[in-house]
């Protein structure tokens, strides 16, 4: 399937369904932060607690085999070097050694749609059970049958009924669940992969390497905190309070002794555009000196890290594989890089090309 | 100074005082995240990654010298022996191992005022060179002439001006710059020393035990985030990304190729009472095992604590020595312990008796 050849119909229909993936991720209950004593550690919180990051000890061996030998991968290795050889006149201390990374397109793919708006939909039709009233009623109606010229037609008030009519009452505890229960089950409607299988091991290999440089690694995404958090600790070996994402407002709830936080129906941060910087003064508090992104909507990030006093790496990934993942840029209804590919080119950003700088995009192409 | 005798004027001032701190770190530019090369590391990170925390390899000696032998501190070795032990029935996974510290009378002291309320005052007098037209006009003349009667008088509104006018415009490197300045520089006026000389070292020895032994430590305070961070990483080894309080809303400006944000006069997050257990679920995504506070504002955040289905330790700090340093709990102005110490005892939580428990207050003492 090309999206570069969407229909207008299709077209118009996908930037509705982003609203919706938007106002899903903000209606719903608050992820429960709970991790049961069984769950794997954060890989990333032990590698960077293990690893001595000297240049001395620095551990031989490619750290990026993923990437074909190439200019992005010999800037990377060669900044990450830079930076962290004491002596350097670019040594950069370690607390000052922060990478952010777009979610969506960056770390794992984002085409037909945004996975969290597969999510949202299933969530309805996995609902449905309960509700043998929306078989008759729109805009629940158009959900169930798949009918989504007639979702469309609902407008954003149609959806925003479904996402206040699916999730009102849930309770944290609940959500956390179905979010675990969904990403470990539910395969892509293409690859026919799971959606957690279809990350990018090149950019793993990204996080694992700065990790073990000292990086402290953050994931500043226009997806939902609370959609991510569940699963893209173990994912990317990223710890939860290092993923910034959208968010609605909550509220606490003592709840006779038994504390639960409540999601109210009000936006309280897009973390898109403009909103990065702003999500990651707030949730970071310190300027990046490694930004990867790769559409417009990671276009500030970049600049605010390429406004850092210390040396800095701005990374785009521009997805130019149609055979193995997709193909689309300027022109696309999800991930559009446009004004992002003009900047990065006139700033010498660094720009991976899938086809030719990944040897290979998926863990299990391996 | 005996904060238990103060008049009812001085009260009603407290009161109206604390609506200006928050006002004030509501409305300040946002604080510049970018750390100079020259800047000291944050210890927190540095101690987290060169510790290794098995039980084996648990360092010998005392943990808390500064902590008196007794139950309280028996308690905290017994838990962290216990969380930490292999193969132990209560043993926490590192990643879950979060530990959560008000700022304010829980790790510095916060009378006879919140120090950030200092700070404002402060601030407003070294910008009245520039503005002399203050000197006759009110609510400014009421603050450079100390007259807090007068300023009571002006009220919310008269309030609101002293911070529109003082702050609108600031850059995010000059707001950064002037609290680092304050910090290195102002001194508290009963105790005549640095604000940042006023934390406590028993609480000190706390976090950096918790980190030796792979906690995460986040302070998670009603004060201002953008007021904290610049040198409570220094200060305490809390790395500013571990640092959750209140703040203003903010904006992107990409202003002409030198990005700055600029804080929005509107209220983002109050990071107090019921908005603690929020933005632990906002910032950090994880319930804690360990929380700290001193005071009812810290209730919620100590039950949303107790409420982790894995073993959890709650700890009041009990400001009893007035010699040392202050003495009040149920009907002090600031700090009030009434709710929290009947909740403390209910659920026998833990009690630091400053007086009896702590060696020492500050680490001048030692």
Redesign the interface.
């Known amino acids: 399937m090309s999206t570069q050849h969407l229909s207008d119909q299709n077209k118009r229909l996908s930037i509705a369904l982003l609203t919706i993936i938007l106002l899903a991720a903000l209606t719903l209950i608050?992820?429960?932060?709970?991790?049961s004593?069984g769950?794997k550690?954060?890989a990333g919180?032990?590698s960077?607690?293990?690893?001595?990051t000297t240049a001395a000890a620095r551990p031989s061996g490619d750290p990026l085999p993923s990437w074909n030998e190439g200019t992005v991968k010999k800037s990377i290795i060669d900044f990450v070097n830079s930076i962290t050889t004491t002596g350097s006149p670019d040594?950069?201390?370690?607390?000052?050694r922060i990478a952010t990374f777009d979610n969506d397109g960056t770390l794992w793919s984002e085409q037909p749609l945004y996975f969290q708006f597969f999510y949202a939909l299933d969530q309805v039709k996995a609902l449905s059970a309960k509700h043998p009233e929306w078989k008759k009623k729109q805009p629940f109606k158009a959900v169930i049958e798949n009918n989504m010229g007639e979702l469309m037609k609902q407008g954003e008030k149609g959806l925003l009924q479904v996402i206040a009519a699916t999730h009102a009452g849930m309770t944290?505890d609940e959500f956390n669940t179905i979010i675990t229960q969904w990403i470990d089950t539910a395969k892509h409607p293409i690859k026919k992969k799971l959606y957690k299988e279809l990350i990018f091991q090149p950019m793993l290999e990204l996080v694992r390497y700065l990790q073990a440089n000292?990086f402290?690694t953050?994931i500043v995404s226009g997806g939902g905190?609370d959609f991510m958090?569940p699963w893209a600790?173990t994912a990317y070996g990223i710890?939860?309070?290092?993923?910034v994402g959208s968010?609605g407002k909550?509220?606490?709830d003592?709840n006779n002794g038994?504390?639960v936080?409540r999601k109210l129906p009000e936006v309280?941060f897009i973390d898109d555009k403009?909103?990065?910087?702003?999500g990651?003064?707030?949730?970071?508090?310190?300027?990046p000196v490694i930004a990867c992104g790769n559409s417009d909507g990671d276009l500030?990030m970049l600049?605010?890290t390429a406004?850092?006093?210390?040396k800095n790496l701005e990374l785009y990934v521009h997805h130019t594989d149609s055979v193995r993942e997709w193909a689309y840029d300027r022109k696309s209804h999800i991930g559009t890089f446009d004004k992002g590919w003009d900047e990065a080119i006139a700033k010498k950003w660094l720009i991976a090309d899938m086809k030719n700088d990944w040897k290979v995009i998926y863990p299990f192409d391996k």
Chains 1, 2 share one sequence.
């Open positions: 608050a992820g429960s932060s709970c991790k004593p769950e550690p954060a919180e032990n960077a607690a293990t690893s001595d040594f950069i201390q370690p607390p000052d944290s000292q402290k953050f905190i958090r600790e710890p939860k309070d290092q993923i968010s909550s509220v606490y003592y038994n504390p936080i309280d403009a909103g990065k910087p702003v990651i003064e707030k949730f970071i508090g310190r300027k500030q600049q605010w406004s850092n006093k210390l």
